[in-house]
């Protein structure tokens, strides 16, 4: 299976502040990868699919890069209703796989 | 509007077994795959089985040979039987529309193993 960590796994910021977590794939996969936004007690949240699109009704402030085994999730400016935990998942091959996750909090 | 409703949660015994379901509504259920993912408390995501629109379907090794999922067309209807469970099944249960990726997800089930 291909397994995926994320880095940082939590961090601190301020409102304004530009955020950037990445994930790393155990081997290539192509430009098949996703980011989800989680908060408490809701249902994850599709934010970027096919590792840099932009999905309908998300903030430009959002986006992706990367390809291969390397990617990236920048938040340009962090607003308020941006805290919460970010996921990584890959789709390029079954079994799919998530990242542990990133916890983005007040700082 | 897309909806996605989760059932069927709820306290088993271990070696028990629950069949969970998701009634799909506001866009057409067999044209889609189908996906079960789950949380355990305070923990990652991990995703649990799916099932393509002709049937086929996908397992990770933690729950192959016990989980089984399976969907109803004309009901706009996914089902997760899951068998033989353990204590470390115990989390909320997902079901997710994939349009490659997931994007829409019901808002969960919990299902609790324990004695």
Same mark, same amino acid.
């Given at each position: @299976?291909? !397994?995926?960590? !994320?880095?940082?796994?939590?961090?601190? @910021?301020?409102?304004?502040?530009?955020?950037?977590?990445?994930?790393?794939?155990? !081997?290539?996969?192509?430009?098949?990868? @996703?980011?989800?936004?989680?908060?408490?007690?809701? @249902?994850?949240?599709?934010?970027?699919?096919?590792?840099?699109?932009?999905?309908?009704?998300?903030?430009?402030?959002?986006?992706?890069?990367?390809?291969?085994?390397?990617?990236?999730?920048?938040?340009?400016?962090?607003?308020?209703?941006?805290?919460?935990?970010?996921?990584?998942? !890959?789709?390029?091959?079954?079994?799919?796989?998530?990242?542990?996750?990133?916890?983005?909090?007040?700082? | 509007?897309?909806?996605?409703?989760?059932?069927?949660?709820?306290?088993?015994? +271990?070696?028990?077994?629950?069949?969970? *379901?998701?009634?799909?509504?506001?866009?057409?259920? *067999? *044209?889609?795959? &189908?996906?079960?993912?789950?949380?355990?408390?305070?923990?990652?995501?991990?995703?649990?089985?799916?099932?393509?629109?002709?049937?086929?379907?996908?397992? +990770?090794? $933690?729950?192959?040979?016990?989980?089984?999922?399976?969907?109803?067309?004309?009901?706009? $209807?996914?089902?997760?039987? &899951?068998?033989?469970?353990?204590?470390?099944?115990?989390?909320?249960?997902?079901?997710?529309?994939?349009?490659?990726?997931?994007?829409?997800?019901?808002?969960?089930?919990?299902?609790?193993?324990?004695?």
């Amino acid at each position: @299976a291909i !397994q995926l960590t !994320q880095s940082p796994s939590s961090l601190s @910021a301020s409102v304004g502040d530009r955020v950037t977590i990445t994930c790393r794939a155990s !081997q290539g996969i192509s430009s098949a990868l @996703a980011w989800y936004q989680q908060k408490p007690g809701k @249902a994850p949240k599709l934010l970027i699919y096919d590792a840099s699109s932009l999905e309908s009704g998300v903030p430009s402030r959002f986006s992706g890069s990367g390809s291969g085994t390397d990617f990236t999730l920048t938040i340009s400016s962090l607003q308020p209703e941006d805290f919460a935990t970010y996921y990584c998942q !890959q789709f390029n091959s079954y079994p799919l796989t998530f990242g542990p996750g990133t916890k983005v909090d007040i700082k | 509007e897309v909806q996605l409703v989760e059932s069927g949660g709820g306290l088993v015994q +271990p070696g028990g077994s629950l069949r969970l *379901s998701c009634a799909a509504s506001g866009f057409t259920f *067999s *044209s889609y795959d &189908m996906h079960w993912v789950r949380q355990a408390t305070g923990k990652g995501l991990e995703w649990v089985s799916a099932i393509g629109t002709a049937g086929d379907t996908y397992y +990770p090794g $933690s729950v192959k040979g016990r989980f089984t999922i399976s969907r109803e067309n004309a009901k706009n $209807s996914l089902y997760l039987q &899951m068998n033989s469970l353990r204590a470390g099944d115990t989390a909320v249960y997902y079901c997710a529309r994939a349009d490659d990726y997931l994007d829409y997800w019901g808002q969960g089930t919990l299902v609790t193993v324990s004695s």
